[in-house]
């Protein structure tokens, strides 16, 4: 089955670590984002690569890191500079930007930082 | 002008019974309308969607209701069953004909449907 897939689904942290979230897909998808989701808050946009190589930052950018050195691949590295990391990060990818390309997501990795 | 404001924050709906969860938006060049569910624990996948050429889309026993003039759109769920239990987020997008980067996302409604 083609789909996303997140790693691990729960990750606990010391605070001052960084730590990196996986997210794979077999979609062959060009598209792959990174949002964040808190209670209360919907989704916030994060980081999001169009094409391989390529990245540009979303809405809250800060303290976080991304590469995109595979299609399928696009881990996301939330470093010590993020001030409050601990939350529900959902991984995503698209065949497009167009509508006709919808969204489809990973079943997400819940970090607590303590 | 560049929020989508969604209602209510919870939801608590009697099997059998119509839910109902209300988005509204203030600028006019919104073209996209997607409805995302969401479970516990699991990522939102796509409900529906609707573009604003229509002023109503249906499948199944999901309905959304679109009004260009007042700048509103819902979700209608019919004869709401507990399996129906989820967080519900619509979204608009700020870019004609785009989605993606493009989808402002709705703070999430929670139903719970009781038996």
């Known amino acids: 089955d083609g789909g996303i897939t997140q790693s691990p689904k729960y990750l606990f942290r010391k605070e001052g670590q960084n730590v990196t979230l996986s997210c794979e897909q077999n979609?062959?998808?060009?598209?792959m984002y990174w949002y964040r989701q808190d209670p209360g808050q919907g989704l916030r946009l994060i980081y999001y690569?169009?094409?391989?190589?390529?990245?540009q930052k979303g809405d809250i950018a800060e303290g976080y890191s991304v590469s995109r050195e595979k299609k399928e691949s696009f881990p996301l590295t939330v470093t010590s500079a993020q001030k409050n990391p601990t939350a529900f990060y959902l991984c995503?990818?698209?065949?497009?930007?167009?509508?006709?390309?919808?969204?489809?997501f990973g079943n997400g990795t819940r970090l607590t930082v303590t | 002008q560049q929020q989508v404001k969604q209602s209510p924050q919870s939801l608590i709906v009697q099997k059998g019974g119509i839910s109902i969860i209300n988005c509204a938006y203030e600028?006019?060049?919104?073209?996209?309308f997607p409805w995302y569910q969401q479970f516990p624990g699991k990522g939102p996948a796509l409900l529906i969607a609707?573009?604003?050429?229509?002023s109503e889309k249906k499948e199944g026993r999901f309905t959304i209701s679109f009004n260009k003039s007042a700048k509103q759109f819902s979700l209608h769920i019919m004869d709401s069953q507990p399996g129906d239990s989820a967080t519900y987020f619509c979204?608009?997008?700020?870019?004609?004909?785009?989605?993606?980067?493009?989808?402002?996302f709705g703070k999430g409604t929670t139903l719970s449907v009781s038996s």
């Open positions: 995503a990818s698209s065949l497009g930007s167009g509508v006709d390309s919808p969204l489809h």
């Open positions: 979609l062959n998808h060009d598209a």
């Open positions: 690569s169009q094409i391989v190589n390529d990245f």
């Open positions: 600028n006019t060049a919104f073209d996209y």
């Open positions: 609707i573009r604003p050429d229509v």
């Open positions: 979204a608009a997008s700020s870019i004609p004909n785009q989605a993606g980067t493009a989808l402002i």
